[in-house]
T-cell receptor, first 115, second 117 residues
């Protein structure tokens, strides 16, 4: 069975600084998808970034980028130039192509961006 | 705009009553929808997969008689919490994979907060 682990329950960062959130996972699959989702106080889940395991290039979306280390089964999220609106809970998630839509989530990391 | 809606957004009920939560896809049809449960400050746990035209598939440890799922049409899935108890109080979220899009594209509803007194 696949598992996703986020070992940082809470983190904080000063506005405009850079922060990295950690995520490790365990799977025997060779092809899969990894995601970072943001859940602000509204509780609406928002996709931040996705990575396809067969792509070696790290995904980037504006201020958000990932460091995908397939051999180490690590998938960290870097947020550059942190903004107050980045304050939220962040979830790392895993999905295998055969289970489209069925996500396995990590425990979550609460990020506080301080002014 | 929102592509997945949930109704109600909040519900308070008495212990022993049943509560129905709806999940609708607004812009597309979906043969599959997913139901997650989230306790405060915790992760989302998949409860079940709602399948149009067939029975729902429940995750291990989820009581199928307790959490009834009906995929009534290609745009609607309902989750009914039967004989609710205070421990059922939680945040329930549905997600819908978008057919025809990337295989990993899916949309989340805004969630329903259930409080059982």
């Amino acid at each position: 069975a696949q598992t996703v682990t986020q070992s940082q329950p809470e983190m904080s960062v000063q506005e405009a600084e850079t922060v990295t959130l950690s995520c490790t996972y365990d799977t025997s699959e060779s092809n899969y998808y990894l995601f970072w989702y943001k859940q602000p106080p509204s509780r609406q889940m928002i996709l931040v970034i996705r990575q396809e395991a067969y792509k070696q290039q790290n995904a980037t979306e504006n201020r958000f980028s990932v460091n995908f280390q397939k051999a180490a089964k690590s998938f960290s999220l870097k947020i550059s130039d942190s903004q107050l609106g980045d304050t939220a809970m962040y979830f790392c998630a895993f999905m295998t192509p055969g289970n489209t839509g069925k996500l396995i989530f990590g425990q979550g990391t609460t990020l506080q961006v301080k002014p | 705009g929102a592509v997945v809606s949930q109704h109600p957004s909040r519900v308070i009920c008495k212990s022993g009553t049943s509560v129905k939560i709806e999940c609708r896809s607004l812009d597309f049809q979906a043969t599959t929808m997913f139901w997650y449960r989230q306790f405060p400050k915790q992760s989302l746990m998949l409860m079940a997969t709602s399948n149009e035209g067939s029975k729902a598939t429940y995750e291990q440890g989820v009581e199928k008689d307790k959490f009834l799922i009906n995929h009534a049409s290609l745009t609607l899935s309902t989750l009914t919490v039967t004989s609710a108890h205070p421990e059922d109080s939680s945040f329930y979220i549905c997600s819908v994979p978008k057919a025809g899009g990337r295989s990993d594209t899916q949309y989340f509803g805004p969630g329903t907060r259930l409080t059982v007194l």
